[in-house]
């Protein structure tokens, strides 16, 4: 479905939408309003001009009417005006004059002598507008009245200035209206997409407006629900886990005391795997408060050699390279049980892992652990980091596993406050790190 030609215009944030729509309403209205006024102050100042010139014109016209011929000269002076003068004979050649103002000026003079004298208009060519109105007095004799028009100012020259001023001002109040309106919409969206109901943030903040503190307060009762929900939900598979190790217990006990046969083989193994889910699903269950163990510092260097010594010294393929040195504040049981569970994973599908770590650019720690396996489809990653999730292409039960592990190691690295991260490497294989901060 396409979007129309208004939407694709419009900007994509809502605040630049809410600013946008408000700063053109208040746009659209000043330019009326000042429109109205400007268009006011032109009529009334054309007015004021014509009727003006109508009353003086008509008067002089009147009075040099009535003079004798050898008289009128001594008034064409007096009678004339700044924008205006008589003058007795035919004037300057110059064209026939079609525009509206000359029209007007003429309808205008016209009207005032009750139309008496017919009356010709002439534009005379020049860098200035001059227009010059020809008529004959009753005996003959002709009159030019040469005008030239000043041009209409109904409004200051200083007010387009103040007016540009008021709306950079108008804009700026927008501007900060829609971003104190929008905000409390943006740090919800903030904190909706940071949502973790495992870290104990703090608070979305309920001042504000009734409707804004309405939205916060129902996001932290919300958040707290979440966190209640699944609080609750590892408490039902701690306390399941750990009944279930008595029953198993006594179906190993009466396993063990039974003759040996096929079936007594069979048995073993499947309790061994049930025995193993338990352990899994114990270990969950804490690994969501990491263990309750207590931070403190170590050689990063030091101790992933000494992980890695343990496996060579049981002859797994497991390599280390470019270990950054230097110490960092972690909790160690924690952050073994992750490098362990990727190192595994990382020999079961694999048959190699290769240890690495650095600092990064804020000098906290990444520690990976890669291998050459069959990796992990690219729309599969996000789901195998969820508890109980399987790969049955390639990692099913018959190569172990409950589908905790790297649900622990991702509760594990939130605890230590850090992340935790699966790629598939090029040229094949997968690769997990983990990101400890600064300490």
Not at 52 to 68: G, H, K, M, N
Not at 296 to 321: L, M, N, P, W
Not at 389 to 410: H, K, M, P, Y
Request: neutral net charge; hydrophobic residues 45%.
């Amino acid at each position: 479905m396409t979007a129309s030609p208004l939407r694709m215009l419009l900007p994509s944030s809502l605040r630049s939408r809410m600013f946008l729509i408000l700063l053109l309403g208040l746009a659209v209205a000043y330019g009326l309003s000042f429109s109205v006024l400007y268009v006011e102050r032109y009529m009334s100042a054309k007015a004021v001009m014509l009727g003006t010139l109508e009353t003086d014109v008509a008067t002089s016209i009147a009075v040099l009417d009535r003079l004798p011929a050898d008289k009128r000269s001594d008034l064409t002076d007096p009678l004339s005006r700044g924008n205006y003068r008589f003058v007795l004979g035919s004037g300057q050649p110059g064209i026939p004059d079609k525009s509206v103002k000359g029209a007007e000026i003429a309808d205008t003079i016209g009207a005032a002598i009750d139309h008496k004298f017919p009356i010709r208009m002439e534009s005379i060519p020049g860098n200035v507008e001059r227009l010059q109105a020809h008529l004959k007095l009753s005996d003959g004799t002709p009159l030019t009245i040469d005008i030239t028009p000043r041009a209409i100012m109904p409004l200051a020259a200083w007010l387009p200035w103040v007016f540009s001023l008021q709306m950079v001002f108008i804009a700026i109040l927008a501007w900060l209206a829609v971003r104190q309106a929008s905000r409390p919409l943006a740090d919800l969206a903030a904190a909706a997409d940071a949502l973790d109901p495992m870290k104990r943030g703090p608070a979305l903040s309920d001042r504000g407006p009734t409707e804004v503190a309405h939205a916060a307060k129902a996001f932290n009762a919300m958040r707290e629900r979440i966190a209640h929900y699944l609080e609750e939900r590892v408490q039902i598979l701690a306390a399941i886990s750990h009944d279930l190790q008595t029953p198993i217990t006594r179906m190993r006990l009466r396993a063990d005391l039974s003759d040996d046969s096929p079936e007594k083989a069979k048995l073993l193994n499947d309790l061994a795997e049930l025995e193993q889910l338990v352990q899994d699903g114990i270990a969950y269950s804490r690994s969501s408060h990491g263990n309750g163990e207590k931070a403190t510092r170590i050689d990063i260097a030091s101790f992933i050699e000494s992980i890695c010594y343990d496996y060579q010294d049981t002859g797994k393929a497991v390599t280390f390279t470019d270990l950054a040195s230097g110490t960092t504040i972690t909790k160690p049981h924690a952050l073994r049980r992750i490098l362990t569970n990727f190192i595994d994973n990382a020999l079961k599908f694999g048959g190699s892992a290769e240890v690495g770590a650095v600092r990064d650019q804020s000098n906290g720690i990444v520690i990976s652990i890669g291998d050459r396996g069959p990796g992990i489809p690219e729309d599969q990653i996000e789901a195998v980091l969820q508890p109980f999730f399987r790969l049955e292409q390639s990692r099913n039960r018959d190569t172990g596993g409950s589908g905790l592990g790297l649900a622990i190691a991702q509760q594990l690295a939130t605890a230590l406050g850090g992340t935790m991260r699966l790629a598939n490497r090029q040229g094949g294989g997968l690769v997990a790190e983990v990101h400890l901060p600064a300490r």
